[in-house]
């Protein structure tokens, strides 16, 4: 695992030259790359949500589109169109800006549920359809999408369907006294997003997406984090619970984190560092609990004290 964990940690340091004093966050949206997810980037303006992707693309050197969600856009906006071409007599194909490597998708709440939901088969299968032609999307595929959480007016709700093929959800935050200084200094002159440069080829990071899979888990661990998923399914406080998208995500996030800090097989400390993010999104709280205001993120604390963490087996 030392490939990966030098490959994450040339990605990690290099988005940091733009990102300022948020080291954890900037490592979840590696590994959400790393085991080719898609992230929700929720906060409010301002706090360096695009610069994120953009810094995450140049790290990467992978081919880079940013998609500003409005009420007004189409899904062919985002999947692409055919027209017609008058000199060969034929329909051309012209891709949207989801054929990129990896996409900002900025406010995805702005758009109208049909417009999300040209975004469903491409997170999912990773291939877009049109005129019942299939497109393939070139790897790494990622979608980062933002939104945000304190104005609501003229935005959709993103639905479950939605909501669930995201791996994780994170918020940056605004930074500390001292690192918003440094933010200031650091874009006297130009913005620090122009000056980095790739460390990692695409195929460097295509090799350790597949590295990243061998990272053993022992059967102790899978049932701990089949527990703590099931336990949203009946916590008293959860109208809906999480799927087994939520295992798998945080059993390939697991995978991933393990990697990331040089082992070759995952610890019940990752699932605990991993499952707010993994599970806090997909968790719909029930109406008492609304009015109590107890957000998803306290239910998963609540289930994770809950739940035994387990001994695992040393692999032979």
């Known amino acids: ?6 490959i994450a940690q040339r990605i ?63 899904p062919s906006d985002v999947t692409g169109v055919s027209v017609f071409n008058q000199k060969s007599r034929e329909f051309e194909f012209r891709p949207g800006p989801i054929h990129a490597q990896i996409v900002l998708v900025d406010e995805i709440n702005r758009a109208t549920p ?13 291939q877009v359809t049109v005129d019942g032609h299939t497109y393939a999307l ?25 909501l669930d093929r995201f791996i994780m959800r994170i918020r940056l935050g605004y930074p500390k006294k001292d690192e918003e200084i440094i933010i200031l200094d ?3 002159y130009v913005h620090p997003v122009d000056e980095i440069s790739q460390v990692v080829t695409v195929d460097e990071l295509l090799e350790a997406q597949q590295a990243v899979k061998d990272v053993y888990i022992d059967e102790k661990v899978k049932d701990y984090i089949v527990e703590v998923v099931r336990r949203t399914r009946t916590h008293p406080e959860v109208y809906l619970g999480a799927s087994s998208r939520g ?10 984190r393990a990697a990331m800090f040089g082992r070759d097989y995952v610890l019940p400390d990752d699932v605990k560092a991993l499952a707010e993010s993994a599970l806090s999104h997909r968790i719909i709280v029930g109406p008492a609990a609304r009015i109590k205001d107890i957000e998803p993120d306290t239910i998963v604390d609540d289930i994770l004290n809950q739940v035994p963490v387990p001994g695992a087996q040393v692999r032979a």
Do not use: W
């Open 1 to 6: 695992m030392t490939d990966v964990q030098e």
């Open 12 to 74: 990690v340091e290099n988005v940091e030259r733009v990102i300022v004093g948020k080291r954890n966050e900037v490592q979840l949206t590696v590994l959400g790359l790393l085991c080719q997810g898609h992230i929700l980037i929720e906060d409010v303006p301002g706090v360096g949500k695009t610069v994120l992707a953009k810094s995450l693309a140049r790290s990467v050197g992978c081919a880079f589109q940013r998609i500003q969600f409005t009420p007004d856009m189409l």
């Open 114 to 126: 049909k417009t999300q939901s040209a975004l469903l088969e491409a997170m999912e299968e990773r």
């Open 186 to 188: 650091r874009q006297q």
């Open 247 to 256: 295992a798998l995500a945080i059993y390939r996030l697991g995978q991933a």
């Open 138 to 162: 070139k790897p790494p595929f990622m979608v980062l999408a933002t939104q945000n959480p304190i104005e609501y007016e003229g935005t959709f709700p993103l639905p479950e369907a939605q």
